[in-house]
T-cell receptor, first 113, second 113 residues
């Protein structure tokens, strides 16, 4: 089964600094990959997804992620953090053949003014 | 826009009560999912359904059951609620196919006392 690793449950970033959240996946086949964001007391919202059309994927709110097959990675970045980016972020990979997603444990992002 | 709604945002129940959590989606999605979310554990799949009256166990089905009598509605049932079922419950839906993302409801925060 596919799986995802997100290191560092809590990530602190200064306002205006680069946001970098790491995601590594294991998959026996070319994967479909997703990043979701969860604001406090809300459900998950799709930020972006990789479906093999382009290795650099742009999403909502200025986020982007780069698929690197050689590193089995799909790291999420944003050049300049805003206070509104404080949320929990989840990376996910499609599980082959059963329409399930395998989620990482999430990164709680804190933005420091 | 896809909309996934959940019957309650907050719910407080007593130990031993039977609890119903309802989820409705309005986009004719074949697949529906129930997750629970706990701090440090990420999202864990309880059950999912790929068609009316069809269901499959997820990673943590013990103590739960589900019902899908209509395509748009997926219910999670706690037959006899226990305190260790206090959690955030998230419903999601998707089209069939690994390329498709899941759409999430706002969640139900259940407290069992």
């Amino acid at each position: 089964a596919q799986s995802v690793t997100q290191l560092g449950s809590h990530v602190s970033v200064s306002e205006g600094a680069l946001v970098l959240l790491r995601c590594n996946y294991s998959s026996s086949v070319p994967p479909y990959l997703f990043w979701y964001v969860q604001y406090p007391n809300q459900g998950l919202q799709l930020l972006l997804k990789y479906t093999s059309a382009a290795t650099l994927v742009k999403g909502i709110n200025g986020f982007e992620a780069e698929f690197k097959k050689s590193e089995t990675s799909f790291h999420l970045t944003k050049p300049s953090a805003h206070m509104s980016d404080a949320a929990e972020y989840f990376c996910a990979v499609s599980d082959t053949g059963n329409n399930r997603l395998a989620f990482g444990k999430g990164n709680q992002v804190v933005v420091i003014p | 826009d896809v909309k996934v709604t959940q019957s309650s945002r907050y719910l407080v129940k007593r130990t031993g009560e039977k609890v119903f959590l309802e989820c409705v989606q309005d986009m004719d999605h074949e697949n529906m999912f129930w997750y629970r979310q706990d701090p440090g554990l990420g999202l864990r799949l309880i059950y999912f359904s790929y068609d009316v009256k069809m269901k499959e166990k997820g990673d943590i089905p013990e103590g739960y059951s589900v019902s899908r009598e209509k395509k748009e509605r997926f219910s999670l049932i706690l037959e006899s609620a226990s305190t260790n079922q206090t959690s955030m419950y998230l419903c999601a839906s998707s089209l069939t196919g690994e390329v498709y993302e899941q759409y999430f409801g706002p969640g139900t925060r259940l407290t069992v006392t």
